[in-house]
């Protein structure tokens, strides 16, 4: 929940988004910059002031300086669209993948495919509880990749998976990487290892079944929202074929293979 302000922190505030945001016609990534705050940050308290937003207006909105891509169907576009899926954003003119506070490697993983994809470089922010928001503006990239499959709000659409990321092993397997990177998790079990992959939208789940079913890792049905996979050669499995590219992911299986090696001593 948003802090509550006060009567003049609020009349400060809005003071000096206009002054920075409108007068001087500073674009929101400057003004993050400048007041040393995400850009998130900044975004919301233009909302919440109801100072409009006016991106076509500023000097480097659609990144004019490079010409934009849209990718054809590939790995690298299935893997983006799972890391949308998992933890990514998007309103009428911008992307934003948020991570958490120990996954910078991981933010610059992201920043280089969105780089590859679509000739945009993004810009990495750090709130202050320490999440990291890989994200860039452009109205063109955000109206392509609404058309092709994604939406603003993934539950309350209930979006799906495209269709085409179904029809490629190569195809799901990168996509599962990129969605287990940002929506999956790593469990122990008291004889085992666990993954899981979590989503609350009921048609992206119903197709990560089909998709982890399909490569044979013989998933769990789905409940509370989530799809575990337990069975130690399928986890072993996983995480040579998938390759997740997260850390935190890594680092989490091999603490949990160690201790259960040094336990059989």
């Known amino acids: 929940m948003a802090t509550r302000w006060t009567k003049k922190e609020e009349g400060a505030y809005r003071e000096q988004l206009y002054r920075m945001y409108v007068r001087s016609n500073m674009s929101i990534g400057e003004i993050a910059k400048r007041l040393n705050v995400a850009y998130q940050t900044v975004f919301q308290r233009l909302q919440r002031l109801s100072i409009p937003t006016n991106p076509q207006r500023k ?29 990514g954003h998007i309103s009428h003119f911008q992307v934003i993948v948020t991570l958490g506070n120990k996954e910078l490697p991981y933010a610059q993983y992201v920043a280089r495919i969105i780089k590859k994809l679509f000739n945009i470089t993004p810009k990495i922010g750090i709130r202050k509880q320490g999440y990291r928001d890989v994200y860039f503006g452009s109205v063109d990239v955000t109206r392509w990749l609404i058309e092709n499959g994604l939406v603003c709000n993934k539950v309350k659409s209930q979006v799906d998976v495209p269709m085409w990321v179904l029809t490629k092993e190569e195809f799901i ?63 072993t499995r996983f995480f040579r074929e998938i390759r997740p590219m997260n850390q935190k992911h890594i680092r989490r299986y091999k603490e949990i293979k160690k201790e259960r090696r040094v336990g059989l001593k």
């Open 59 to 87: 000097a480097k909105y659609l990144n004019k300086r490079s010409r934009v891509i849209y990718p054809r169907q590939s790995k690298e576009l299935a893997e983006f669209f799972g890391i949308m899926l998992g933890d």
């Open 173 to 235: 397997r990168a996509f599962l990487r990129g969605f287990f990177d940002t929506d999956g998790s790593v469990y122990k079990l008291k004889y085992g290892i666990q993954i899981s992959f979590t989503n609350k939208s009921v048609p992206i789940l119903n197709a990560l079944h089909k998709a982890i079913t399909k490569l044979k890792y013989n998933p769990s049905k789905i409940s509370g929202y989530k799809i575990y996979l337990t069975n130690k050669v399928g986890v």
